[in-house]
Nanobody
Framework: QVQVVESGGGLVQPGGSLRLSCAAS????????MRWYRQAPGKEREMVAG????????NYANSVKGRFTISRDNAKNTMYLQMNSLKPEDTAMYYC??????????GRQGTQVTVST
């Protein structure tokens, strides 16, 4: 089955850290650029970070630069998002997306990140 599944979210205090995972299956992982998106209630979806198929190129939203790190393990067909120095404004549902030449594969369930005291 072609899918990407997010995990790793939770409740964390401001300044804390979380690592999100996106497990891919059913397609050739290395041929896909991977991205993390997030969407908070009442707000538009925002692209958080992206990584090329080989992992050699990454890009980030200005709001997370220096705090978040995107990575991938192609041997495990998994992408990660290490989130440090979390802020309340990082609270959102986080989704992963695989982008290929034939289209995109979107995570369906997302993983909730809540930053609060």
């Amino acid at each position: 089955q072609v899918q990407v599944v997010e995990s790793g979210g939770g409740l964390v205090q401001p300044g804390g850290s979380l690592r999100l995972s996106c497990a891919a299956s059913g397609f050739t992982f290395t041929r896909y650029t991977m991205r993390w998106y997030r969407q908070a209630p009442g707000k538009e979806r925002e692209m958080v970070a992206g990584i090329s198929g080989t992992g050699g190129y990454t890009n980030y939203a200005n709001s997370v630069k220096g705090r978040f790190t995107i990575s991938r393990d192609n041997a495990k067909n998994t992408m990660y998002l290490q989130m440090n120095s979390l802020k309340p404004e990082d609270t959102a549902m986080y989704y992963c997306v695989a982008l290929g030449s034939n289209g995109s594969i979107n995570g369906r369930q997302g993983t909730q990140v809540t930053v609060s005291t």
